[in-house]
């Protein structure tokens, strides 16, 4: 196989750790909310400070993309495609933003202490409203489901790009292998 | 940094990928096709779409509206209730047992509730209904304690489950209006332990009114003091003054409104007495009590001066979930404030969605019995 362009180191990796958190807190979240069992507690406790630090994360990897572009996309590859990849990398970004957001907000207006660990709190970001909580309560779902959807799509991309297109696409953030003009 | 990537990089040569319908290509789309349905399975399996026996925090709405009705805009369990606030002031006491903030010698702000057990927002007031006092205590400088806490010696289930199939199997027959004893009895049958825990409940001296009630966590959690020592603990909030007259038990809301008499004419102080389980006493199962001799520390009074109504008062926008713990205080291996947290998120969740009739005690009620 011919060399191909890759991510950036940096990109590499936060794509990768935050496919997991996001993945992990996805089924976590759904999981947490629809049970009874002692592990709510736990689950919960773990959700707060994973969801932050999503969010710091999703700020290191809004400023990294920004600063280093991604290798383009291959010469030949449809417009509609090109739009379809474009799209759903803003929506990946924008959820990566909102669920965080919508969660401390939501937790906010519930008058819910927002507890990382321990004594470490954060501040609440909206006012106490039940009202703003139940939409909130509502959306972070929606968005979760969204995200889920919009994670599956883009895994369903990626591998046909891997394993039927092989137009690098895929190698760009999968390869182990050194590439020959690989970003910094 | 990179160049445009161009045709002769595909594999599959200048004219672009295989075709569609050679049997590898296929294959390969099947492949994805199945990595994309597990992982769809798996996220749907998590959310409990598979597994109609899970017992969800819908489902444990669906049971209590089952039995109780359907009321939007109330609280699913303890739906009627009237908001009260007051202080509590630390005796220090406790401090040496918790790091918490609440036991520091200071006085902290306190918004609580007295309600009934029961999904029903209108239901009649009657002696021997379970009573229950919430509390959300706010220290000065410090992390807030919330909690939910019922006049009865133990609680009536050791799961969620056990819970919801006593609710089910006790819930009332449309055409009698009481239990059915072709359910109930296989029910406790199956279940000695709910048999005992009712039977001690069924046994417990009624007090008249909610100002003379003791009110017990029932659950045990654990208090961690400053050396990071752990301790068993459960606690109630015993009264400091006598009950009123026992007779006058008539009347829709005889309860609320000999509570809003009182509160009309004097503050009601309650001891909180925290008391330190063995290391043989049971943390995982609150249906079993501990014995009477334990030690117990009076953590500081209650002082509760104010009642509101629900319908604008400051209890009915927050949630009284027994997890909402500041550091010092974390929840035992009692699976039941777990359950309940989860339950009172999406109690909390439904009812603040939704329009609500006004509360059984209204406005008008409370300021007819407010001092002048």
Not at chain 2, 26 to 45: K, N, S, Y
Request: glycine content about 10%; charged content about 15%.
């Amino acid at each position: 196989m011919n060399p191909v362009v890759r991510f950036s180191a940096l990109a590499r990796v936060l794509h990768w750790l935050m496919a997991a958190m996001v993945l992990g807190m996805l089924f976590v979240g759904v999981f947490m909310a629809a049970t009874e069992g002692p592990a709510y507690a736990r689950l919960v406790a773990l959700h707060r400070p994973m969801g932050v630090a999503i969010l710091l994360l999703a700020c290191v990897r809004l400023a990294n993309r920004l600063l280093v572009p991604p290798p383009p996309l291959p010469a030949g590859m449809p417009r509609v495609q090109r739009i379809a990849a474009l799209g759903s990398h803003i929506m990946l970004y924008a959820l990566m933003f909102a669920m965080p957001l919508v969660g401390w907000g939501m937790l906010s207006a519930g008058a819910y202490p927002v507890v990382l660990w321990g004594p470490v709190r954060l501040p609440p970001i909206l006012p106490h409203d039940p009202a703003l909580f139940a939409a909130l309560r509502h959306l972070h779902g929606w968005l979760a489901f969204t995200l889920f959807g919009v994670i599956v799509i883009h895994l369903g991309a990626a591998l046909l790009h891997g394993l039927i297109l092989r137009d690098g696409v895929f190698a760009a953030m999968a390869s182990w292998r050194r590439g020959r003009r690989d970003g910094i | 940094m990179t160049e445009p990537r161009s045709g002769p990089r595909k594999e599959g040569g200048a004219s672009g990928p295989a075709s569609l319908f050679d049997p590898g290509t296929l294959l390969r789309l099947g492949a994805i096709g199945l990595v994309m349905m597990g992982v769809v399975t798996a996220f749907a399996w998590s959310a409990g779409w598979l597994s109609p026996r899970r017992l969800t925090q819908a489902r444990m709405m669906d049971a209590l509206a089952a039995v109780d009705g359907v009321h939007p805009g109330f609280r699913r369990n303890h739906a009627k209730g009237v908001c009260v606030a007051g202080w509590f002031e630390s005796s220090g006491q406790a401090a040496s047992l918790s790091k918490a903030a609440v036991f520091r010698p200071v006085r902290s702000a306190v918004i609580g509730r007295f309600a009934l057990a029961g999904g029903m927002p209108f239901q009649a007031d009657a002696p021997a209904k379970v009573r229950s006092m919430a509390l959300r205590i706010m220290p000065p400088d410090g992390a807030e304690w919330r909690m939910g806490i019922n006049d009865i010696p133990v609680f009536v289930a050791r799961t969620a489950r056990e819970f919801r199939d006593l609710l089910l199997a006790t819930r009332p027959d449309p055409a009698t209006g009481k239990p059915d004893p072709a359910r109930v009895g296989p029910f406790l049958a199956g279940h000695p332990d709910v048999a005992r825990a009712l039977a001690l409940v069924g046994a417990r001296p009624i007090s008249p009114g909610f100002g003379d009630d003791t009110y017990r966590s029932l659950d045990a959690f654990r208090f961690i003091n400053a050396d990071g020592v752990s301790t068993p603990v459960r606690w109630e909030m015993a009264p400091m003054q006598p009950g009123g007259p026992a007779g006058a038990v008539t009347g829709q809301d005889y309860l609320f409104d000999d509570l809003l008499t009182a509160l009309g004419r004097h503050p009601l102080s309650w001891r909180l007495m925290v008391t330190i389980g063995a290391p043989s006493d049971p943390t995982a199962d609150p249906t079993l009590p501990w014995p009477a001799d334990r030690r117990q520390v009076e953590a500081g009074t209650l002082t509760l001066d104010v009642a509101q109504s629900e319908d604008g008062g400051l209890c009915t926008g927050i949630t009284y979930d027994p997890l909402v713990l500041p550091p010092g205080i974390a929840p035992s291996d009692d699976p039941i404030p777990a359950a309940r947290s989860a339950a009172y998120m999406r109690s909390f969740t439904l009812r603040a969605g939704e329009v609500k009739l006004p509360s059984a005690i209204t406005p008008a009620m409370i300021a007819a019995k407010e001092r002048p």
